[in-house]
């Protein structure tokens, strides 16, 4: 008979040296003394270490891996796109609450219009999911200050600048155009954002490469 559910059977072998079936099947179960839910990422935490398996590798979060020795981080790429002349990049993640029925690509758009022509433009891209690695934590802590019922947007938006303009200025100018937008075209409540997330370039070069679609400034 095949091992299935909670039989320690079915991982022993994958183990490393002597694995302890016993302790093995108690991770499995999530048979854990104390009080209260615990995390994915503890129960896995003691499978693998059940089996004399390392688990720092595999259960080690986004966030904490800065502290782990050797680490090397490969650029997922530079930015969303070329730029013509001294144009800059500044990269912002929007968020907001919407109606259910709201169409993203159509928020999208509408994000990447408010701010077309003069001194800005942007490419907006649309996430279905979010990765972890894109600054998850940050984004969540940022939307809890929110009541981003009853759907969620966020999108990764590269603003483009025009050479002279201070990208603490466009950022300012493309809040003002972007909550407008959402007021107007969306109903979307002062409750309901728009929020900015901060992240690191690196988190948002990966969401904003995880983007399912692009949304451009029409000029």
């Not at 079915?10 to 079936?21: C, E, I, K, Q, T």
């Not at 800065?66 to 981080?73: A, E, G, K, Q």
């Not at 690191?200 to 969401?207: D, P, S, V």
């Amino acid at each position: 008979m095949w091992p299935v559910g909670t039989d320690p059977g079915g991982l022993a072998p994958f183990g490393s040296g002597r694995v302890d079936h016993d302790r093995l099947r108690k991770a499995l179960r999530a048979e854990f003394s104390g009080k209260g839910p615990v995390l994915a990422e503890f129960q896995h935490r003691l499978i693998l270490k059940a089996m004399n398996l390392d688990p720092t590798g595999l259960t080690t979060a986004y966030r904490w891996a800065s502290d782990l020795p050797d680490i090397v981080r490969t650029p997922v790429r530079r930015g969303p796109g070329p730029t013509d002349g001294d144009w800059q990049d500044v990269p912002v993640v929007v968020l907001t609450g919407l109606p259910l029925d709201t169409d993203l690509d159509d928020v999208a758009q509408a994000l990447a219009d408010a701010v077309a022509g003069g001194e800005m433009s942007a490419e907006v891209g649309v996430l279905a999911v979010l990765p972890g690695a894109a600054g998850v934590w940050e984004i969540m802590r940022e939307s809890q200050r929110y009541r981003m019922i009853p759907r969620n947007g966020t999108f990764f938006v590269a603003l483009r600048v025009r050479p002279g303009v201070s990208p603490r200025r466009a950022r300012k100018a493309a809040e003002r155009a972007w909550k407008a937008t959402l007021r107007q075209r969306f109903g979307v409540r002062a409750e309901q954002g728009p929020a900015f997330a901060t992240v690191t370039a690196h988190q948002f070069e990966i969401g904003y490469r995880a983007a399912v679609s692009y949304r451009s400034s029409r000029t």
